[in-house]
């Protein structure tokens, strides 16, 4: 039940803390210009919040979480955030995304009409079920990234960071997400129709930001195989960098197919390199 309340969130709906900072600026883009005493133009990122909507972190009517009880919702819960480890593309380098309490998380599931009998005894699980889901999409993001970009390195080579601890130097970013569950990938449908695989339980397109300031489309199939499934607590409520508490969900994590580059590195680059890694 909470791996389907999860789910049903669609989105890792997560925010930026601090009010989300100021943007970002990037390299100067471009050749000098005729005045060596001009001063290069930065190109500033833009800031998206959880609804992939661009938004102003310069205006001072910044979105305000709604963490404040639902009208139908009988037991207190959690307004506490913790803070991921996936950095957020387009502000300052020490900002990293923020998960949603269990309050904010359970309100999401009713503005989208997806409680239908969630109990709110299970908010705490689902939220770390959430969390735990996505901070293992973002570690395999990474792994693409390092194949995919080498010089740009991933956020935790360059930091030496190796545990999965918070990265919020150089490195690919987190610039926005979407959740798509109703759109099944063009490899999902293949799976499906011609192999026989089962469906996804949910969809994500997630935006990565390179230092360069190239942005990367990656498509993310969520799966859900029962056989797999724990009953420890472990497995119940498990820790945020814990890759092995949830065995049930397997996240299939890969860039779209936006262009020549990413069919080569689909194709021929990341076979390979898994191939010489084993």
Same mark, same amino acid.
């Given at each position: ?104 998380? +359970? ?110 489309? +990656?498509?993310?199939? +969520? +799966? ?55």
């Amino acid at each position: 039940a909470t791996a389907t309340a999860a789910a049903a969130a669609a989105e890792p709906s997560s925010e930026s803390s601090g009010g989300g900072g100021c943007p970002v600026r990037a390299g100067p883009g471009g050749g000098d210009g005729g005045d060596r005493n001009q001063k290069k133009e930065k190109k500033k990122v833009q800031q998206y919040n959880v609804y992939s909507e661009p938004i102003d972190p310069s205006n001072m009517m910044p979105a305000v979480a709604n963490q404040l009880p639902g009208p139908s919702q009988s037991a207190e819960l959690s307004t506490t955030r913790v803070k991921s480890t996936i950095p957020k593309g387009g502000a300052d380098a020490d900002v990293t995304w923020t998960y949603p309490s269990p309050q904010m998380f +359970y309100n999401s599931l009713a503005r989208k009409g997806k409680l239908h009998d969630t109990d709110e005894g299970v908010m705490d699980s689902v939220v770390a079920l959430h969390n735990n889901m996505n901070e293992k999409t973002w570690a395999k993001v990474l792994e693409w990234e390092a194949v995919s970009d080498p010089a740009g390195g991933s956020a935790e080579e360059t930091n030496g960071n190796g545990n999965g601890g918070p990265n919020p130097g150089p490195g690919p970013k987190l610039l926005k997400f979407m959740g798509r569950p109703s759109d099944l990938s063009p490899k999902a449908r293949f799976k499906n129709w011609v192999l026989g695989h089962p469906l996804p339980f949910d969809r994500h397109d997630w935006t990565v930001l390179r230092p360069d300031g190239t942005e990367v489309r +990656y498509v993310i199939d +969520y +799966y859900h195989d029962e056989t797999r499934a724990r009953e420890d607590a472990e497995s119940a409520v498990p820790k945020l960098q814990d890759r092995d508490a949830i065995q049930s969900i397997l996240v299939d994590v890969r860039p779209a197919l936006d262009g020549p580059k990413q069919l080569v590195d689909r194709v021929l680059t990341m076979p390979y390199r898994r191939r010489r890694a084993g």
